[in-house]
């Protein structure tokens, strides 16, 4: 297949249907309306017109674009980038491979990882949705309000947040962490980079901050580590 264009309220691609390209480059599906549900392997590009939800079985060859939310479900996976006007959310064990974008909140649970970088216009929270194992973001996080890392949770890059930031017991930044505004930075894991934050910075006993410490607040700070 070459491209398709559906206009129904709910679209659904479920097992053992499948979509293959016919050409070295992964097919387009376009919804123009409705929301699209993915239960099945699809070599191709997905533009979604409202939500997007990638079904348990469900495999995106290619990448994923959509104006409303985008869910992906256990055992399913985005191998591309994953675009969302609104929320993401991707329960325990699941996976994009490329980056994700968020115009609303990202939620990532844990089991769960992103192969690039992870960017938010609202909050970011990882190993919130599911227990399970260890959490990765591969490159940068961004949120525009406050980030949360759960426990064994990973960033390989710079985070960087527009509100406060919580990192958990055995967490990890590959580099900087900056908390911009008159925000707090409450650190229980390891930042291999350096740290800034706008208001206090708060350290646990086990804690490691390997790089300098900058806190801008007019509160108490303790380092502990």
């Known amino acids: ?20 390209s016919t050409t070295a480059a992964p097919a387009r599906v ?22 997007f939800y990638a079904d348990d079985g469900c495999t995106i060859k290619g990448w994923v674009k959509t104006k409303g ?23 325990s064990p699941s ?3 490329g980056s994700v974008v968020s115009g609303g909140n990202a939620s990532i649970g844990n089991g769960s990882s992103v192969g690039a970088d992870l960017t938010a216009v609202g909050t970011a929270v990882l190993g919130s949705v599911d227990p399970g194992g260890k959490l990765t973001v591969g490159g ?15 960033v390989g890059g710079d985070l960087a947040t527009g509100g406060y930031a919580e990192l958990a017991s055995g967490t990890s930044v590959g580099g900087d962490l900056t908390s911009s505004g008159n925000s707090n930075v409450g650190v229980q894991g390891t930042v291999k980079g ?6 206090t910075v708060s350290t646990g006993d086990r804690s490691s901050i390997e790089g300098s410490v900058t806190a801008a607040g007019d509160g108490a700070t303790v380092i502990r580590g």
């Open 1 to 20: 297949m070459g491209a398709l264009t559906y206009f129904s309220a709910i679209t659904t691609m479920v097992q053992p249907n499948i979509v293959t």
């Open 30 to 51: 376009t919804g123009v309306v409705g929301d699209f549900h993915c239960g099945s392997v699809m070599d191709a590009n997905v533009v979604v017109e409202k939500d």
């Open 69 to 91: 939310n985008a869910t992906v479900s256990p055992n399913s996976k985005v191998i591309g980038s994953l675009t969302a006007d609104k929320n993401v959310t991707l329960n």
């Open 95 to 97: 996976s994009v491979g």
């Open 140 to 154: 940068k996080l961004t949120s525009g309000g406050f980030a949360k890392l759960g426990d064994n949770s990973s």
């Open 194 to 199: 350096n740290l800034t934050s706008g208001g």
